[in-house]
């Protein structure tokens, strides 16, 4: 927690306890809060997508639609299909040994 509190006073932001004593409760609570703190700190960075990935964010339909809740660009997302994005079909129709990513 230590590290975190160094990005929010970096930002001019108090310690996390002081608005969020609740996410200093549980382990399961900091990594929620965790989670939206690196949404908040690296917006338009590029580090959400490998986040969600590393989290597992994108496994479930249940984590999915917790995403949707504060981002309706999850709301069309099917799990098992959209973690990877097809190859395009120039390149598969050139190469036989080349086969389209799964559920495309």
């Given at each position: 927690?230590a ?79 959209h ?22």
């Amino acid at each position: 927690m230590a590290m975190l509190d160094r990005v929010r006073a970096r930002a001019n932001m108090p310690k996390l306890e002081v608005n969020h004593l609740e996410a200093t409760q549980t382990k399961e609570a900091f990594l929620e809060r965790l989670q939206m703190e690196r949404s908040l700190e690296l917006c338009l960075e590029g580090h959400r997508w490998a986040d969600l990935k590393r989290w597992g964010l994108l496994k479930s339909q249940e984590d999915v639609n917790k995403l949707a809740q504060r981002d309706p660009d999850f709301d069309n997302f099917i799990v098992g299909r959209h973690e990877c994005l097809p190859i395009p079909s120039s390149e598969v129709n050139n190469n036989e040994n080349l086969d389209q990513n799964p559920n495309y």
